[in-house]
């Protein structure tokens, strides 16, 4: 039995941006989210992994986490059932509120908080993610006033490279404003059949690839083969009718890892 070293969980497929780099806007389920009674079923398959194994879990998958009411609750239950089990959280920064950071301050087992800002220009932002930067930064700057009072959770906050000297000056303005958030800098991936100037992310690669030892689980239940294959087009299972590590464990699979 194999198990996975990250879980991806689409709780629903809502987001309140529209990046230029992301499928989002394309996909077929945009805003299906998924029921309770589905959330609880892969909980407890994922309750099948060892305690002694740890591995991530990221709910989120095309979508912004933080806009469903349930995103919170589900953490801290996920916290109670499966003490193995590491946070990763991301968002764009604008759903989160006070109360959601005095929660998120709680949570045990959190690798980190991270905000997708990717501009700090309000032009090239407001091209970028179709959000306007002055709400975000105020959600950023309280974010940062609590970090400096005791918010215990690494903050990343990060930009898709364009490969100019923005990239650097982007750098630089987020260790001044924000000294106590850690910056990244990310390339930009190629998801598969969205981006039109990118010849090569047309299908799945027949090469082994190390996120295939994640599970990527969309809010209709589907199970992504690849990471980048936001819309779901070459699925490996359906957590609905199957059990988690079914899936995971699936003969096809387990050849491709």
């Not at 806007?25 to 609880?40: A, F």
């Not at 009072?149 to 490279?161: A, D, L, T, Y």
Request: proline letters at 7%.
């Amino acid at each position: 039995m194999d198990y996975p070293v990250a879980v991806h969980l689409e709780t629903w497929t809502k987001c309140n941006a529209a990046c230029n780099f992301c499928p989002y806007p394309t996909l077929v389920r945009k805003g299906n989210k998924m029921s309770d009674e589905l959330i609880e079923k892969i909980l407890t398959d994922l309750e099948d992994i060892p305690k002694s194994q740890p591995f991530y879990f990221s709910p989120f998958k095309v979508n912004e986490p933080f806009l469903d009411k349930r995103l919170l609750p589900l953490l801290e239950d996920v916290n109670r059932r499966m003490p193995n089990a590491i946070f990763r959280l991301f968002s764009n920064g604008t759903p989160i509120t006070e109360k959601k950071i005095d929660q998120l301050a709680k949570l045990r087992n959190v690798a980190h908080l991270w905000i997708s800002l990717n501009d700090y220009r309000p032009k090239e932002y407001e091209e970028v993610m179709q959000l306007p930067l002055e709400k975000t930064l105020k959600r950023l700057d309280l974010l940062h006033k609590k970090k400096l009072e005791g918010f215990p959770h690494n903050v990343i906050v990060s930009r898709v490279c364009d490969n100019t000297f923005t990239d650097g000056r982007f750098c630089v303005w987020v260790h001044e404003r924000y000294p106590a958030f850690t910056v990244r800098l990310i390339k930009r991936e190629s998801w598969l059949d969205f981006y039109e100037h990118d010849a090569i992310a047309k299908e799945v690669p027949a090469s082994t690839c190390s996120r295939w030892n994640e599970i990527d689980i969309t809010s209709t239940g589907l199970v992504s083969l690849c990471c980048m294959d936001g819309r779901a087009q070459y699925p490996i299972g359906d957590v609905s009718k199957q059990h988690v590590l079914e899936v995971f464990n699936s003969p096809s699979y387990r050849r491709m890892r």
